[in-house]
T-cell receptor
Framework: GAGVSQSPSNKVTEKGKDVELRCDPISGHTALYWYRQSLGQGLEFLIYFQGNSAPDKSGLPSDRFSAERTGGSVSTLTIQRTQQEDSAVYLC????????????FGPGTRLTVT | DAKTTQPTSMDCAEGRAANLPCNHSTISGNEYVYWYRQIHSQGPQYIIHGLKNNETNEMASLIITEDRKSSTLILPHATLRDTAVYYCIVRVAENFNKFYFGSGTKLNVKP
């Protein structure tokens, strides 16, 4: 079946601009996660959605970052007033709620802020 | 979460078993050991997890020492496509909605 998809695959933006990154999870997966991975670094948790519950935003690095999940499916991660330190690969994952350890990741969006 | 220590890199000949160690000497009784891998330019991929018993699935085997202070991921017949960074993660099951990877072990499978 279809896996997690993300768009765009690459995004180059100027410092100060806003960007939106999209994630389409696997159908039937109620849990959705956003992470980022800077060059050569490990994974950093950003935000977690589970069903209709309030999202866990504890990993968002600043108030310039926000995310929403509409209709329990597609999610959008928005970064306002981008900074060069926001440059990274942004990864989305989804899972069944009772198998959170088995997350299926998308290919990521590589964001470059110039 | 318990800290994990993994070698930075390892080499393995194609067709041979790859044994990737992980030290987690501060693991607590309710923490599981999880393994993920990340092939270049792809998202991470779940491999296997365990609590205290050895586990095997279609991808790999996980051997956990009796004192649970270390574990070994075994790829029985490594192929070139197994070249990736392998991450060992120790977490309590309830906290797996958000996890962090360290630097992992870069496994180079060579022909």
């Amino acid at each position: 079946g279809a896996g997690v998809s993300q768009s765009p695959s690459n995004k180059v933006t100027e410092k100060g601009k806003d960007v939106e990154l999209r994630c389409d999870p696997i159908s039937g997966h109620t849990a959705l996660y956003w992470y980022r991975q800077s060059l050569g670094q490990g994974l950093e948790f950003l935000i977690y959605f589970q069903g209709n519950s309030a999202p866990d935003k504890s990993g968002l690095p600043s108030d310039r970052f926000s995310a929403e999940r509409t209709g329990g499916s597609v999610s959008t991660l928005t970064i306002q007033r981008t900074q060069q330190e926001d440059s990274a690969v942004y990864l989305c994952a989804s899972s069944l709620v009772n198998r959170a350890y088995e997350q299926y990741f998308g290919p990521g969006t590589r964001l470059t802020v110039t | 979460d318990a800290k994990t220590t993994q070698p930075t890199s390892m080499d393995c000949a194609e067709g041979r078993a790859a044994n990737l160690p992980c030290n987690h000497s501060t693991i607590s009784g309710n923490e599981y050991v999880y393994w993920y891998r990340q092939i270049h330019s792809q998202g991470p991929q779940y491999i296997i997890h365990g609590l205290k018993n050895n586990e095997t699935n279609e991808m790999a085997s996980l051997i956990i020492t009796e004192d649970r202070k270390s574990s070994t991921l075994i790829l029985p017949h490594a192929t070139l496509r197994d070249t990736a960074v392998y991450y060992c993660i120790v977490r309590v099951a309830e906290n797996f909605n958000k996890f962090y990877f360290g630097s992992g072990t870069k496994l180079n499978v060579k022909p």
